[in-house]
């Protein structure tokens, strides 16, 4: 077993720069993620427009994380599995397939809550 490392503020400011690359990678890169990058740019629009509450906001707010959390880890697998091999290979699908459906679940669930936020509030517009 390793031995624990004494803290080091460097090597966690090292750490930092390694998690803002992926997310800058994650922008640059990922088609599916740019999609995410309007969505909630809308979504932030709107609730400013109709007024969210604070608890909303958080809401939205888990939800957005969620979604590219979901997509940066998604696109990590895929980017392993196609590493491992460059053939076709069941199991590589199939995390695949598990990988982008979890992506779709936690879209769909931002869906369910965008209308739980949302949709009372544009309700009361008309």
């Known amino acids: 077993?390793?031995?624990?490392?004494?803290?080091?503020?460097?090597?966690?400011?090292?750490?930092?720069?390694?998690?803002?690359?992926?997310?800058?990678?994650?922008?640059?890169?990922?088609?599916?993620?740019?999609?995410?990058?309007?969505?909630?740019?809308?979504?932030?629009?709107?609730?400013?427009?109709?007024?969210?509450?604070?608890?909303?906001?958080?809401?939205?707010?888990?939800?957005?994380?969620?979604?590219?959390?979901?997509e940066a880890f998604n696109s990590a697998i895929e980017a392993l599995a196609d590493r491992v091999t460059g053939e076709r290979d069941e199991a590589v699908k199939h995390a695949k397939d598990l990988a982008a459906g979890a992506v779709l679940l936690v879209a769909l669930t931002d869906v369910v809550v965008g209308l739980i936020v949302f949709l009372p509030k544009i309700m009361r517009c008309f």
């Not at 077993?1 to 966690?12: D, G, I, L």
Request: aromatic content about 12%.
């Open 1 to 70: 077993m390793k031995e624990a490392e004494k803290f080091s503020w460097k090597k966690r400011a090292k750490s930092f720069s390694y998690a803002f690359a992926g997310i800058v990678r994650l922008l640059r890169c990922e088609h599916n993620a740019r999609i995410h990058v309007v969505a909630a740019i809308a979504v932030a629009g709107c609730g400013w427009w109709l007024g969210l509450s604070a608890m909303e906001w958080v809401a939205i707010a888990l939800c957005v994380g969620g979604t590219f959390s979901a």
